[in-house]
């Protein structure tokens, strides 16, 4: 099956600036797709690419087998695009604002079926100016469906959206999956990458540095896994650390240390067993897909969900 979107050594330069250096990856039909990366890594410039914005200095891009710049009328129709913060008037009410934007498209959605997805049917006769962060945002993702795109290209989804709003925004987004939808998701965030996507491009510096599904990611995490335990009996640190799977060994006092692959419990529990050995207080901790962002790109994100300036977004 031909890929939804399919990037081939994209090259983009601003001037001097090397925005995106050589970027590519395949979305397939019925995926959410995330692209993660720290700021500046060249993730807008490659969706707006995807969207037919921008002219790449190089490579290829096709979108529904279509060129997002040859064939740019016709993508229109079939690619929604979340609109960013201040592209629409003030003045204009959120009914008034589906409205027109139906007016744009050959199989438009009902506006008030999409308000009412939304959580927006009370707003619909609000201006734009007077309503919250979380409902421009909602907004904004109405018009991005309106049209009832085969793809939607979602970039920043939920920045900044309090905890709920968040939530709430996820579920609203695998709703839209549930219907067919491919969506492309543009984030700075760790939890939203890891509940939301299929697969994640993580990109650093204008290039794709790993693609995958958030778990596998994580399971590709060296030392990943932290297990911790008091022996209930003592025993040479030799016994577990000649298992392939144990990369470390550390003691604190009567407490054992162990870090490892993602096989690591596995092993030592085995090993531990086969010596009569209880584990007793065991504890385990997983990598995140943060652990794994950080292996990948050294950069190191705050943890926390708060918006792009604040905690759980990834930072310069
Ligand atoms: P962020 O998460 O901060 O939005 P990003 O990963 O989306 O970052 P881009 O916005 O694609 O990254 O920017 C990639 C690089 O290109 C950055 O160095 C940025 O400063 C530069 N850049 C982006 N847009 C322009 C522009 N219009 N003119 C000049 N340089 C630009």
């Not at 913060?85 to 498209?105: H, I, K, N, P, W």
Request: glycine share 10%.
């Amino acid at each position: 099956m031909p890929a939804v979107v399919e990037v081939r050594n994209l090259h983009k330069r601003y001037g001097g600036t090397v925005a995106v250096d050589d970027v590519s990856f395949r979305v397939e039909q019925g995926e959410i797709f995330g692209i993660l990366g720290p700021n500046g890594a060249g993730k807008t410039t490659t969706v707006e690419c995807v969207e037919g914005l921008r002219t790449p200095d190089g490579g290829e891009i096709r979108v529904l087998g279509l060129d997002p710049l040859r064939d740019r009328a016709e993508l229109t129709q079939r690619l929604g695009v979340q609109l960013q913060d201040g592209q629409l008037q003030d003045r204009m009410t959120v009914g008034e604002a589906l409205r027109l934007y139906r007016s744009f498209y050959r199989r438009p959605a009902d506006p008030r079926a999409l308000m009412a997805a939304l959580g927006l049917t009370a707003k619909e006769r609000t201006r734009y100016a007077d309503l919250s962060g979380g409902q421009k945002q909602r907004l904004s993702i109405a018009l991005a469906l309106i049209g009832s795109p085969e793809v939607a290209v979602l970039d920043e989804l939920t920045t900044g959206l309090d905890p709920q709003a968040r939530r709430d925004t996820w579920e609203l987004i695998q709703g839209v999956r549930a219907r067919g939808v491919t969506i492309l998701l543009v984030t700075h965030f760790m939890e939203e990458a890891e509940r939301l996507c299929d697969r994640v491009a993580v990109i650093d510096r204008g290039r794709v540095v790993a693609v995958d599904s958030p778990s596998a990611l994580t399971e590709r995490v060296p030392d990943g896994q932290r297990i911790r335990f008091r022996p209930s009996v003592p025993f040479e640190d030799g016994l577990l650390t000649e298992l392939p799977d144990v990369t470390g060994l550390t003691r604190r006092g009567d407490l054992v240390l162990v870090t490892g692959t993602a096989n690591a419990l596995n092993a030592v529990t085995s090993v531990l067993a086969r010596h009569g050995i209880v584990a007793e207080h065991l504890r385990v901790d997983q990598p995140s897909l943060e652990d794994a962002f950080v292996a990948l790109t050294g950069n190191h994100p705050t943890t926390g969900t708060g918006d792009a300036d604040s905690p759980g977004a990834v930072h310069d």
